[in-house]
């Protein structure tokens, strides 16, 4: 198999990993569709509730001979067209980069790091005030390790800095979620704590994803050399 192909495979095991697809592989919303855009060519799925034939006219436009845009930054010809299939101007364009997480990540700066499967540092954690980006039963459940475990933290001063956690886990890949309080960024803990969730998920497949105009996620991605698999565009009406 060829890097390519690889990249578009992963890239469609991702989506998976993000949307948590249904047994027809359809989306459970917000989306009304969702491309996935890489080197190899084109994948794609629509959500449970866009009526059938539209939803095959959609998916038919996407194959394996559909071509990826050189520039893969570049909107792939096939979008306007799912655009106006899905209604037109009423429709929002989102999205942006994704890149594969290869273990071991290089931590980049020397700062403690807790983590999940430490119990001595759950109980820290869990001794540190809620940071105020996070919902009161969110954290909960993060800090009890119900959801979004495993997670790696910075703390400083008393307090939760810096969080990589499992927004999305399944049997077949991770996908990063990454925090940092704004006076504590530009150290190096965002690349600290994805290096350390990283290595608490041996043998699956790894993604970190942001959006086009999060140039801060995009920063860290190239810190830690992570490798561009392609970009996701999402299409809601």
Not at 22 to 29: A, H, I, K, Q, T
Not at 113 to 119: E, G, K, M, N, Y
Not at 188 to 209: K, M, N, V
Request: proline fraction near 9%; charged fraction near 20%.
């Amino acid at each position: 198999m060829t890097d390519e192909a690889r990249d578009i495979d992963l890239l469609r095991i991702e989506l998976g990993v993000i949307w948590r697809l249904d047994e027809r592989g359809r989306l459970p919303g917000p989306e009304d569709m969702v491309i996935g855009v890489a080197a190899g060519g084109l994948t794609a799925a629509v959500a449970r509730d866009v009526p059938d034939d539209l939803a095959e006219r959609l998916l038919s436009l996407i194959t394996p001979a559909t071509p990826a845009p050189p520039d893969l930054a570049t909107p792939p010809s096939v979008l306007a067209d799912c655009r106006a299939l899905l209604g037109g101007e009423r429709v929002t364009i989102s999205g942006g980069p994704s890149y594969l997480v290869t273990p071991p990540v290089p931590a980049l700066v020397a700062v403690d790091v807790l983590r999940s499967d430490s119990a001595s540092h759950v109980h820290l954690v869990r001794s540190l005030p809620r940071p105020d980006s996070w919902e009161p039963d969110e954290w909960a459940k993060l800090t009890g390790l119900s959801a979004g475990a495993p997670w790696a933290m910075v703390a400083e001063d008393g307090r939760v800095v810096s969080i990589c956690h499992s927004a999305r886990l399944t049997p077949l890949g991770a996908e990063a979620g990454t925090w940092t309080s704004p006076p504590y960024r530009g150290r190096g803990y965002a690349a600290a704590t994805t290096s350390a969730w990283a290595d608490q998920l041996p043998g699956i497949h790894l993604f970190y994803s942001t959006s086009a105009d999060n140039h801060s996620s995009q920063r860290v991605a190239r810190r830690l050399a992570l490798r561009p698999l392609g970009r996701l565009w999402h299409l809601t009406a």
